[in-house]
């Protein structure tokens, strides 16, 4: 079963407010990945988890902070965003070598 | 690092006829090229995908091919249905969990 599950589908915050994405799945897949992607552009990597821990940043703000609980759970934690992180933000998990990434329905995020 | 470069960014096509989408990538290292299709609203989907052992790769009516020397690689749809309408976005990836994208491709099928 490819299915990786994100909630909320749809998220509305206020540049105060401190709110989290959620992201699980059940394939056993030991990468677990976040994608930011605007509106008719490709999805563009932020983090990568590898057996739990942060392998990759790429050099996205502090106002976003990943989490994984354990293997099958991975978190967004957002807080003092900004008009423009409004995106869809895609949990993905993949197994092979870190190269396969099975995508989440997202989440569309709007800042207020 | 790798950068993708897919062509054309919009195609229309007969229902029917075949679609071919075409992406280059700079990095020779690179040696995993998957391919996604986005429908409006939705997850990008993975369709099928190619290493870089194997020169062509098809099911049903979508096949990949490779060029390792030119360093390209296409995706082909015969036989268009109208459901192939989508964003298609190539990718190319070295191995190391990062996976470099194409700008995308939107397919449009006539009906």
């Known amino acids: 079963d490819t299915e990786v599950t994100q909630t909320p589908k749809h998220l509305v915050m206020g540049m105060t407010n401190k709110k989290s994405l959620k992201c699980e799945q059940h394939?056993?897949?030991?990468?677990m990945y976040w994608y930011k992607q605007k509106a008719k552009k490709p999805p563009e990597l932020m983090f990568v988890?590898?057996?739990?821990?942060?392998?990759i940043n790429e050099s996205v703000p502090s106002r976003f902070s990943p989490e994984c609980p354990n293997s099958s759970l991975l978190n967004l934690h957002l807080h003092a965003l900004q008009p423009e992180d409004s995106a869809l933000y895609l949990c993905a998990s993949g197994a092979q070598g870190g190269t396969e990434a099975f995508f989440g329905q997202g989440t569309r995020l709007t800042v207020v | 690092g790798e950068n993708v470069e897919q062509h054309p960014s919009t195609l229309s096509v007969q229902e029917g006829d075949s679609a071919v989408i075409k992406c280059t990538y700079s990095?020779?290292?690179?040696?995993?090229f998957p391919w996604y299709k986005q429908e409006l609203g939705k997850r990008p989907q993975l369709i099928i995908d190619?290493?870089?052992?194997?020169g062509e790769k098809k099911d049903q009516r979508i096949a990949v091919t490779l060029n390792k020397t030119a360093k390209h690689f296409s995706l082909h749809i015969t036989e268009t249905q109208p459901e192939d309408s989508a964003v298609y976005f190539c990718a190319a990836s070295m191995n190391d969990y990062k996976l470099s994208f194409g700008a995308g491709t939107t397919v449009t099928v006539r009906a």
């Open positions: 988890y590898s057996y739990e821990k942060l392998s």
């Open positions: 190619i290493r870089s052992n194997v």
């Open positions: 990095d020779s290292a690179s040696n995993y």
């Open positions: 394939m056993g897949h030991r990468a």
